[in-house]
């Protein structure tokens, strides 16, 4: 066979494959939502600390309602106690003063009032946060000091 019966002869047809296989659409996606976080991640480093999520404590639900979207919650420890209001000392150090509001609840592994409170308990507060900087509550969760020992 000569060089030239090589090049007459017409080449076989060749299938075309598919462009898209299941493992390469797997591997995009996960590739897609890998990036898609990482990025998420970047821009959060960027903006500096993290700030408390809202809704998820008891009273404010998990998924949140509306009552919830606008809850601000605070955790630490309760440094003083003044009638209904008291102060809480977060795990920066910083004190924030708490006023319970006429409607919130005070669970103390029963329902309770605001005086329940002791300086030394363990509460999570979830209310809205006034202009004056005071929480208004709308849901207290106090552990006692000596409930962990």
């Known amino acids: 066979m000569t060089d030239e019966d090589l090049l007459s002869e017409p080449l076989p047809v060749r299938t075309r494959g598919r462009l898209v296989t299941g493992v390469g659409a797997a591997f995009a ?34 998924f949140g309602g509306a009552q919830a979207q606008q809850a601000d919650a605070t955790t630490g420890e309760v440094s003083s ?18 006023r319970a509001g006429e409607q919130a609840k005070v669970s103390r592994n029963a329902v309770a009032d605001a005086e329940a409170i002791h300086p030394g308990d363990t ?25 962990g020992r």
């Open 29 to 62: 996606a996960v590739t897609i939502g890998a990036l898609g976080f990482l990025g998420g991640v970047h821009v959060q480093k960027a903006q500096g600390e993290a700030t408390p999520a809202r809704g998820a404590f008891p009273g404010g639900g998990g």
């Open 81 to 98: 106690v003044d009638g209904s209001t008291f102060y809480v000392q977060d795990a920066s150090g910083n004190t924030i003063r708490v």
């Open 123 to 147: 509460v999570v507060v979830t209310g809205r946060t006034a202009s004056s900087g005071t929480v208004v509550a709308t849901s207290v969760i106090a552990t006692a000091s000596n409930a």
